[in-house]
């Protein structure tokens, strides 16, 4: 499976090059803007403006978990703890400090790479299996710990959030309705989309990709494999914890459901569903989840089912996920015509 | 390094759009604020649409049915009388799945939808997750379940509050055990969670300036069904009566009711208000567990509740629909339709503001509950009764008055 990814990633790369950057650049920047107007062209109502927002938090938030499945190749279980540090570091400081909202999410930050250096350094030895245990049994650990401390708002959680108040040129800009936070939700996303994909290119990048692909290699070429992977993970928390920064000022309130299997679960589907290692497939997991628990709910235990059904049906059919089915679809379609 | 450049340009057009999406918008006016303007904002013929949040999926699902079907009956009654401001109820219900991420979706879609209340609510966690919203879309909310105390007066200004909190229940266990019991010291069996802990606190509060001693204080998990060891440790410190709170109605309660009557302890059980429903004493035997004190705010069939005309004609309806007797829950749920449709009566309207000020203060007569009235911070105040088991029923008591400082708590 990884071999298959590996010739992918290498033949694509190429392909992706024919195209001159300027007219590449040009491309992103129609699609911002595309982006940006989606929700008007989809007919701007309160529903609408609210999926979309949720497809740019959620994707966010899977972005995170995206840098250390694809790029390191290790799961994750332990990224609700950083979108739930987030969350609440911003509720707590803005709620009960009244901090505005850049200097809460500086200190969501730093509150989540603290954390994430522990568990990065904790979990230094561990692979596979131990690795994602190890991280399970913390977010567990931080579900349990923040359900029973009253500082952080115990199992009722922190409420009263405030609105999202943004310097602005005149006075401020304030998102009171999820059309006003749509800018904000979408700037945040391409500056994570525009990280990541800086992040793939990097030197940090490449080797987190070769340690994986080959730890032997890459340590007898010179690599040292455990500070790729503590760095990697210290650089995939803040990512989660901006969309945490995002949700608490959107949902106005945080509790431990933040902690919850839920969010684990939708993270994991999103990047696993498109298939890994794709620049914009946390992005198109995120909106194909979403809307459909949105837009076409089949109700709370059909949608569980719904979920876990299509992705045990994609991951058993295609372990790429959807894109190995595309591809599949196409040399076949190319086979035919021969 | 071209692709820096490239990177550099992006950002650039990013940050101009930043900057137009971010004038300064804080001049104008709030958008879906007081004037309901947010959303598709209610219409003026046609049906009142009445927003419905449980849960109906998942453990607590059987519950949030309940809940709905109730509120779905006296929608049907208030309708056969003509309805509110002379137009029919229509009943939009969503699942929350008892999650507040799940209840924040139902609520922001039924704002859209065009409701002009929205009731109901089982646990607390999904009605603070949803008061946020629904300020924002200028709909009241009355919460029909959920006893948190931050519920009131945090993030709704206007918010309603039917069921009793803890404050309420332990209030009531205090007067009950030191004034007709008139014990000087008191045994705990207490849940070891936030319901548990809470109401034992409470109680301490309440005992120690009346100088009684807690002689025991044992706890077990909400799960549990065996609790010989607790009850040997009680029987060990030889209180003069016991006070317990568990909530596990069909399993850890009847458990704990029968093996008390079971051990020997000679002192009178006082179990929180709302731990004995018959479905608990059925279950721990009936007759086994006579002499079990407790105390509620409802019972469908005994005296006074069987004399009330609106609640007679709610539990035959209740009964029609589901077969069951309806019981706390269904007439809370019962409760905030006839309250919420009183009230806009009352007020000429059903926008948010004149609705919750028609509710908050006043007092509604002959309703599903009796004579009920609310707090000026929105709680509703019912008469609290003490009963124990007499020959495996309910025996209603005496009224236990509770002052409005309590309620609010």
Redesign the interface.
């Known amino acids: 499976m990884t071999a298959d990814l590996a010739t992918r990633e290498t033949t694509g790369a190429p392909a992706a090059r024919r195209v001159p ?2 007219l ?2 040009l491309l ?2 129609v699609l ?2 595309l982006a ?1 107007l989606l929700p008007t062209l989809l007919g701007g ?3 609408i403006y ?1 999926t979309v927002v949720l497809v740019a938090i959620f994707a966010i938030m899977s972005y995170g978990v995206d840098v250390v499945l694809s790029y390191l190749g290790e799961v994750s279980l332990g990224h609700t703890l950083f979108w739930a540090a987030g969350a609440y570091t911003t509720a707590i400081l803005a709620v009960r400090s009244g901090w505005s909202p850049i200097p809460a999410l500086l200190a969501s930050v730093v509150v989540t790479v603290v954390l994430a250096l522990l568990l990065g350094l904790a979990t230094l030895r561990t692979r596979e299996f131990v690795f994602s245990l190890v991280t399970y049994a913390a977010a567990i650990i931080g579900l349990t710990v923040v359900q029973n401390t009253t500082a952080l708002g ?4 922190v ?3 405030p609105l999202l ?2 310097p ?7 998102a ?3 059309a ?1 936070l749509w ?2 939700a ?2 945040c996303l ?2 994570v989309v ?1 990280l990541v994909s ?1 992040f793939r ?1 990097s030197r940090l990048g490449t080797t987190a990709l070769m340690a994986q692909m080959n730890g032997e290699l890459s340590t007898a070429m010179g690599v040292d494999v455990r500070r790729t992977r503590v760095l990697v993970f210290v650089l995939s928390a803040p990512i989660t914890a901006l969309a945490g920064w995002l949700y608490a000022y959107q ?3 945080v ?3 933040l902690l ?1 299997p ?2 684990l679960l939708f993270m994991l589907t999103a990047v696993i569903l498109p298939g890994r290692r794709l620049l914009l497939g946390p992005l198109v997991g995120a909106a194909l989840l979403t809307s459909q ?2 837009l076409a709910s089949l ?3 059909a949608d569980k089912i719904v979920l876990g059904g299509v992705l045990a049906v994609v991951l058993l059919a295609s372990p790429t996920g959807l894109v190995g089915i595309w591809h599949a679809l196409v040399r076949r379609v190319r086979g035919s015509r021969r | 390094m071209r692709v820096t450049k490239v990177w550099t340009a992006v950002c650039a057009l990013i940050g101009a759009l930043a900057l137009t999406a971010g004038c300064a918008n804080s001049g104008s006016a709030p958008t879906g604020g007081s004037g309901g303007s947010g959303g598709a904002s209610s219409s003026s013929s046609g049906p009142v649409k009445v927003g419905v949040i449980v849960p109906l999926s998942g453990p607590a699902g059987p519950n949030g049915q309940d809940v709905l079907d109730a509120i779905q009956v006296q929608a049907d009654l208030v309708n056969a009388q003509g309805g509110v401001l002379g137009r029919q109820l229509q009943i939009v219900a969503k699942d929350d799945q008892s999650n507040p991420a799940n209840g924040v979706s139902a609520a922001t879609q039924l704002a859209s939808e065009g409701v002009s209340v929205v009731m109901g609510g089982w646990n607390s966690p999904v009605t603070l997750a949803i008061q946020p919203v629904l300020v924002r879309a200028g709909i009241l909310n009355i919460t029909t379940i959920p006893q948190n105390a931050t519920i009131l007066g945090n993030a709704d200004p206007d918010a309603v509050r039917l069921n009793a909190g803890n404050a309420v229940g332990a209030y009531v266990a205090g007067q009950y055990l030191t004034k007709n019991l008139g014990a000087k010291s008191v045994g705990y069996l207490l849940e070891n969670d936030a319901y548990g802990k809470d109401l034992g606190a409470l109680l301490s509060a309440q005992l120690q300036p009346a100088g009684v001693a807690v002689a025991s204080e044992q706890t077990f998990d909400y799960s549990a069904t065996d609790f010989r060891v607790p009850l040997s440790n009680i029987q060990g410190a030889a209180p003069q009566a016991v006070f317990s709170a568990n909530a596990a109605e069909s399993s850890g309660m009847p458990a704990l009711a029968q093996q008390y009557a079971r051990s020997g302890i000679g002192a009178p059980h006082v179990a929180a208000l709302g731990t004995v429903s018959p479905k608990v004493i059925d279950l721990a035997g009936g007759a086994a567990v006579d002499g079990l004190y407790s105390a509620d705010i409802y019972f469908p069939d005994v005296a006074p509740f069987n004399g009330y005309p609106q609640n007679q004609k709610f539990a035959d309806a209740f009964r029609q629909k589901t077969g069951n007797a309806p019981d706390k829950y269904a007439a809370l749920g019962a409760e905030s339709v006839e309250v919420w449709a009183a009230a806009v009566a009352k007020a000429g309207s059903l926008d948010r503001q004149p609705v919750a000020d028609a509710i908050h203060g006043q007092t509604f007569t002959d309703t599903v509950m009796g004579d009920v009235s609310f707090t000026d911070k929105g709680q509703m105040q019912t008469k609290v009764y003490a009963f124990t088991v007499e020959g495996g029923k309910v025996k209603v008591l005496d009224e236990v008055p509770v002052p409005a400082e309590v309620w609010n708590s």
């Open positions: 950057t300027p590449r650049a992103w920047v911002v803007a940006y109502s309160d529903r609210t115990g199992s009722d959680g409420v009263g959030v108040e943004l602005a040129f005149g006075g401020t800009y304030v009171r309705t999820n006003e800018p904000i979408l700037v391409v500056l525009l800086r290119r949902r106005s309130y509790s431990p459901d919850s839920t969010f628990q949105q109700g709370g235990d």
